[in-house]
């Protein structure tokens, strides 16, 4: 068999099949996490669709992906040129794996902007002297042929179960593909108030019940309200929020008879996997949200087992101010290296806890703070702060041993102590609770590099910012910078901490730390140099940054690759005065 490609040409024609592939492209695991080249490949892409690709230019590329406008300066095309290579090789890596069976190709061709589209079919080829009718059967019935092709079935399977990751593990290891699901708001035709509306709480609870599926990712409610009012396709959230599969609906009728309408999209190819109408009286949410989980996750092929169905419609509260308050809480405790917000989020907890005392989250969410407190060494009280948190996370646990976040805080209390192992089992256990939460998520990958599995720690990073890719006030693009960085992988790090800056995105003197150390990695010694002088400036006098991210790792190796660095630019900057 041989590969043959064709020329696929811009045009009217075409145009659903190549936004179809750009879509597929930007959705995939090989671009999860690279910003910058998402938003290059589709510019140049939806250019060159619509018949301007023979504008773009590098000054225009820079302008208009990267936000440069100054033509004097020499990095103002450089930067066009660096991260066109990226994608070059971005694009080659995704074909080779995820998009190897894609039916249509994106390629930037060398000397150009524009984009190329490729079709690819596969044909025989046959070399030697045509074969006898009936010689393949001949060989079968040789002696001994059908014990090789069983062995050889064998050896196959075996190895491809021995690489396949087990997702009911544990350790929590991530398996290698799920589909991932954006639950949009939806639209409230009722006349009610739109932020307390049934439509609005059907949303929130449909994507609650498939989170907890471990099978699926779910997109972070925070991250899909911005489209509340908005008209957009389900490939343009495809693309945006790079799901694969795209929940819309609408509410409408008077209470207390209402009619809700469900539509499941696949992103990629457009196509509407089923469409169906209900009609409801008010009080009956929580069936209709159990049935509406139960089809999606039917039609994506996920086998529910039993415990699946039994959660579905299972809330931590049933009070949705206790259960907003903990949310905008654990937004406050961002960054956690910060204590005036540690304390700010330790606060509100404690209002939680007044709203709701049944609600495990007030209790987890008060551990959670004052296991960070303790963790960078924020604490005056240390040892009276690590038995606050013990015990509020065991009064979480009692409550209900299925809130996630209760042994996130305990992980953090065994790291502060070095025991990293009870740690990353804590962690896992939080993990398989719930699956879907992002916070959980991203703090398991910094746990799992902690214990010097880098790559793991990665993974989960990027999961973490797929399940939730518009919140600025969150730490995943500042763990998943830094684990880049302490794994060599020098622009992918710069590339999430400049994101994070981009979007407003939390920082601190440790953010300023790394940024200065990946711009020293990257000849950019200038804008290393500036960045430490901040970090020093927003360092506390009387807080030791180098001590705790000493302790911080079970590898020392690992520390010293940003600690080194630091010296290196200090050095640089006492020679520069």
Request: charged share 25%.
């Amino acid at each position: 068999m041989t590969e043959t490609s064709s020329k696929l040409q811009p045009g009217t024609r075409n145009s659903d099949q190549l936004l179809d592939a750009l879509a597929r492209v930007l959705a995939s695991n090989t671009f999860a996490e690279v910003f910058r080249l998402k938003k290059f490949l589709e510019y140049v892409v939806t250019e060159t669709i619509a018949g301007r690709g023979d504008r773009l230019k590098g000054f225009v590329i820079a302008c208009e992906v990267f936000g440069k406008e100054d033509p004097s300066d020499a990095q103002t095309t450089t930067v066009v040129r660096v991260e066109a290579g990226r994608l070059r090789r971005r694009l080659k890596d995704y074909y080779e794996s995820e998009g190897k069976k894609d039916p249509v190709r994106i390629s930037i061709p060398k000397g150009h902007y524009s984009a190329s589209f490729s079709t690819t079919a596969r044909e025989s080829t046959r070399h030697g002297p045509p074969r006898a009718p009936g010689a393949g059967r001949q060989l079968l019935q040789q002696p001994g042929v059908w014990a090789l092709l069983v062995a050889l079935l064998a050896l196959f399977v075996f190895s491809v179960w021995k690489q396949w990751p087990d997702s009911t593990a544990e350790s929590g290891v991530l398996p290698s593909i799920r589909p991932t699901i954006a639950v949009m708001p939806f639209e409230n035709l009722t006349g009610e108030d739109p932020d307390n509306s049934f439509a609005a709480g059907l949303t929130e609870d449909i994507a609650i019940d498939l989170g907890s599926l471990s099978a699926l990712d779910v997109i972070s409610i925070s991250s899909v309200l911005p489209y509340r009012g908005h008209e957009v396709t389900p490939r343009e959230v495809g693309i945006q929020l790079g799901a694969g599969y795209v929940l819309q609906g609408s509410v409408r009728g008077m209470p207390p008879n209402l009619r809700i309408t469900a539509r499941l999209h696949e992103t990629g190819s457009g196509r509407q996997l089923w469409a169906e109408r209900f009609d409801r009286r008010v009080g009956d949410e929580l069936a209709l949200q159990k049935e509406l989980a139960r089809k999606v996750a039917t039609s994506l092929s996920i086998n529910l087992k039993e415990e699946d169905v039994n959660a579905f419609g299972w809330r931590y509260t049933q009070n949705k101010e206790a259960w907003y308050l903990y949310k905008q809480a654990m937004n406050l405790a961002n960054p956690p290296s910060d204590p005036a917000r540690l304390k700010l989020a330790q606060q509100v907890f404690n209002q939680v806890i007044e709203m709701d005392p049944d609600f495990a989250g007030g209790f987890a969410g008060g551990a959670y703070t004052r296991a960070f407190m303790v963790f960078f060494r924020h604490s005056k009280a240390p040892h009276a702060d690590r038995q606050a948190a013990v015990e509020l996370a065991e009064r979480a646990r009692d409550i209900d041993p299925s809130f996630g976040l209760t042994f996130s805080a305990l992980a953090f209390i065994y790291l502060s102590e070095r025991k990293f192992e009870l740690a990353l089992e804590m962690s896992a256990q939080a993990i398989k609770i719930q699956p879907n939460d992002p916070y959980i998520t991203v703090y398991h990958g910094f746990i799992t590099a902690a214990n010097s599995d880098l790559d793991g720690g990665i993974d989960y990073a990027k999961r973490a910012l797929r399940l939730d890719p518009l919140s600025a006030r969150t730490p995943y693009l500042n763990i998943l910078g830094l684990l880049h960085f302490l794994a060599g992988n020098y622009p992918e790090a710069l590339d999430a901490m400049k994101r994070n800056q981009e979007r407003g995105g939390p920082h601190g003197p440790g953010t300023m730390q790394f940024l200065g150390v990946t711009y020293s990695k990257m000849d950019e010694m200038a804008k290393a140099e500036l960045s430490m002088k901040l970090a020093d400036t927003m360092t506390p006098e009387d807080y030791n940054w180098e001590d705790w991210f000493l302790s911080a790792f079970k590898d020392p190796a690992l520390p010293h690759k940003v600690l080194d660095e630091i010296e290196i630019i200090r050095k640089e900057i006492e020679t520069s005065q």
